[in-house]
């Protein structure tokens, strides 16, 4: 984390930033989160994604620069009021620099505006999740200690394997351009793999 300011950290203390790596996202809050073990600072929110249009995440989730952080319950249905997720490409894995043991999974989506021809945007959506080894044994772990917990307090369990981590950001074409002699990364990878490639620099809002 390095200084600066921003005004959307949430429990961030003053003068830092959250620019964590995929790594750190998934092993650091992710696991953390499905273990139901304390996470410190405790800074990206709980929030229900689908309801919300990517642009309408600013003061919900844990904003940093053109980002949004939070941790969002996994569904099939990726579906707000004014369009839908749509999965790029395949899921790739995270994998931990010290072991390169896989430690998650990461999978892109493409915002659609939802219309009578649905509209590609510019939001891009990365869930991360837990491998499926690891989630069920988080899952056993959570289900044993929830069930004693529960049983004490004649509340049902609820079921942590199920969560993921979700970062939004709105992509900048224009800016990329300008970068002469970048990398291409794995999200522009996916993005010239697609056929209909000349279809993805259309409007990124709805008024």
């Excluded at 249009?53 to 904003?63: Q, S």
Aim: net charge negative.
């Amino acid at each position: 984390m390095a200084a600066a300011d921003h005004s959307h950290n949430f429990n961030l203390p003053p003068g830092f930033r959250f620019h964590p790596t995929d790594e750190e996202l998934v092993v650091h809050f992710l696991h953390r989160k499905a273990a139901l073990l304390p996470c410190h600072p405790d800074v990206i929110p709980d929030l229900d994604l689908f309801p919300y249009d990517p642009w309408e995440l600013e003061g919900k989730a844990l904003g940093e620069g053109n980002r949004w952080y939070f941790y969002s319950r996994k569904i099939d249905a990726r579906v707000t009021d004014n369009g839908y997720w749509n999965p790029l490409g395949r899921d790739d894995p995270v994998l931990s620099t010290a072991t390169s043991q896989v430690v998650g999974m990461k999978k892109y989506f493409l915002f659609h505006a939802a219309a009578a021809d649905p509209i590609k945007t510019n939001w891009i959506m990365h869930e991360y999740r837990l491998p499926d080894a690891v989630s069920s044994s988080s899952s056993s772990s959570s289900s044993s200690s929830s069930t004693r917990s529960s049983r004490r307090r004649g509340r049902p369990k609820r079921d942590y394997s199920k969560w993921v981590l979700c970062r939004v950001y709105e992509r900048d074409e224009e800016k990329e351009e300008e970068e002469d002699g970048a990398e291409l990364s794995c999200l522009d990878e996916v993005f010239l793999s697609l056929e209909d490639l000349d279809e993805i620099s259309l409007p990124t809002r709805i008024q």
